[in-house]
């Protein structure tokens, strides 16, 4: 079968950095945050190119910010863009909401892996392949955020394509198994075993239907205290674990 090879696109001079921090959610929030906090330097692209990149230039070790645009085909696409640009290693941080009453607004979530509820993994493996992280960089990554002042839990997510068509198949028949939904984990995880990527995720949650007041079941964003917290602590972590070297 003939498939279009689009290596880097139009971007032949962009170096990525062995770390990435993948953000595939809240341009005109998160991402300045970020690039407030760690010093983002902006990277240069083409014009057809929808991402957007930054040098981390106040982290400890060199990382790469890569701004995907929520979703996970736009992860995907990521993903494709830094393996080719000198990526091993990503992490990605994001929004999520709790599924379990125990995942509070604003704590943290350490996926092991996610359940393939979106479309775009079954274009890199058969239906039954799992959307596993990377063992040894979850266990760091749960190792640094558990250690924080944020309540952090660790479990198997579910991503979803519809965010505003979420149901049954989450809530129910999923039910016990998954602690949060989100719309990028299982692809990446799945996409990056097949470029040969080292995957993880660190998720803050932002609302969760199941909890019993009600302002905590309609999205929270950093104007929130609690959720600010939860991604400046997430954020700490992420960081800490990309500087460091490579399980």
Known sequence: MKRRDFAHANNPDFACA???LLLPFGRRSFLPAIVDTCGGEAVTLD???D?????LTAAPSEITLVFSGMG????ANALEMVAVA??????????CGGVVTEVGVGELVVAGGGVRGEGTSAYYAPP???????????ARLWEVASASDVPAHRGVVYTTDAGYRQGPEIYEKCAGLVIAVESECA??????????LETGALLFCTDNINLPHEE???YRGLADPRVRRGFDAGLEAAIEVLSGPAE
């Open 18 to 20: 062995e770390s990435v």
């Open 47 to 49: 014009e057809t190119t």
């Open 51 to 55: 991402r957007e990149v930054f040098r």
């Open 72 to 75: 996970s085909p736009a992860a």
């Open 86 to 95: 000198g990526a091993q290693r990503v992490v990605v941080f994001g929004a």
């Open 128 to 138: 039954g392949f799992p959307a596993a992280f990377d063992p040894l960089l979850t």
């Open 187 to 196: 692809a990446v995880a799945v996409v990056g075993a097949r470029l040969g």
């Open 216 to 218: 905590d079941r309609g």
